[in-house]
């Protein structure tokens, strides 16, 4: 790249106005985001009832005559 092709790109690049980031702000934006999500589910599993399954629970209320079956993903 010679100096006048240097100059050139300078001279384009001014143009564009580009801002500095603010890499601080995002994180921490992010991390209160996080933290209030998980403020707001500590909440809400308070105020309901914990639901456990297990897999014979649910294939015991399967209807009768209905055939449960079990797939397995790979």
């Known amino acids: 790249?010679?100096?006048?092709?240097?100059e050139l790109l300078d001279r384009q690049l001014r143009g564009l106005g580009i801002q500095p980031r603010h890499d601080g702000a995002m994180i921490m934006a992010i991390v209160a985001i996080f933290l209030a999500g998980m403020f707001l589910g500590n909440l809400r599993s308070e105020a309901g009832q914990t639901v456990h399954f297990s897999a014979t629970e649910t294939a015991?209320?399967?209807?009768?005559?209905?055939n449960p079956v079990l797939t397995v993903l790979r």
Do not use: E, I
């Not at 790249?1 to 240097?6: E, G, H, K, P, V």
């Not at 015991?60 to 209905?66: H, I, L, N, T």
């Open 1 to 6: 790249m010679t100096r006048r092709d240097q």
């Open 60 to 66: 015991q209320s399967a209807p009768s005559g209905s």
